[in-house]
């Protein structure tokens, strides 16, 4: 059976996010052209360029708080930032997530013309998605999603 285009995209992020360099969550982003299914950008979650990788003192604190403590750049950004370093546009684009932005990405997300986001789990910010759904961006959590299937483990 032929996976379906979400079901391709979501294991795709969910690769992305292995190469995560955060030690307290690791979360892949991947920005398609729904009229060509071609992927325009992708990114995950990590220290920027050059810089230090997050240390423990990031994963020991609490989620949306401490900044200081946390020097990751959100999967979701860097996948904007990379399209915009690449000279790629976004305008009217897709974004798969293996979980939903949080308020920082999604002013982002807003703001580079993406049009749609599907994720796979739900971070626990509905500010975000209510803020993504005020800007126009419409969201869709797909949680029955299965990695096994998706990537052949257990076969």
Not at 72 to 88: M, P, S, T
Request: glycine residues 10%.
């Amino acid at each position: 059976m032929q996976l379906s285009w979400d079901d391709y995209f979501f294991s795709i992020a969910k690769t992305v996010a292995q190469k995560a360099t955060c030690p307290s969550r690791k979360v892949g982003a991947v920005i398609v052209d729904p009229k060509t299914n071609h992927i325009l950008s992708t990114g995950y979650n990590g220290a920027p360029r050059g810089t230090e990788h997050c240390t423990d003192a990031c994963a020991n604190r609490k989620s949306g708080s401490d900044f200081r403590k946390c020097h990751a750049v959100h999967g979701e950004l860097n996948a904007i930032i990379n399209a915009a370093y690449n000279g790629v546009r976004l305008d009217g684009s897709v974004m798969y997530l293996t979980t939903t932005p949080c308020l920082f990405c999604s002013r982002a997300i807003i703001n580079a013309g993406i049009s749609e986001v599907k994720a796979s789990s739900k971070y626990p910010h509905d500010d975000a998605i209510d803020l993504l759904k005020e800007g126009g961006v419409e969201v869709r959590i797909i949680t029955g999603v299965s990695w096994a299937s998706i990537i052949g483990e257990g076969s």
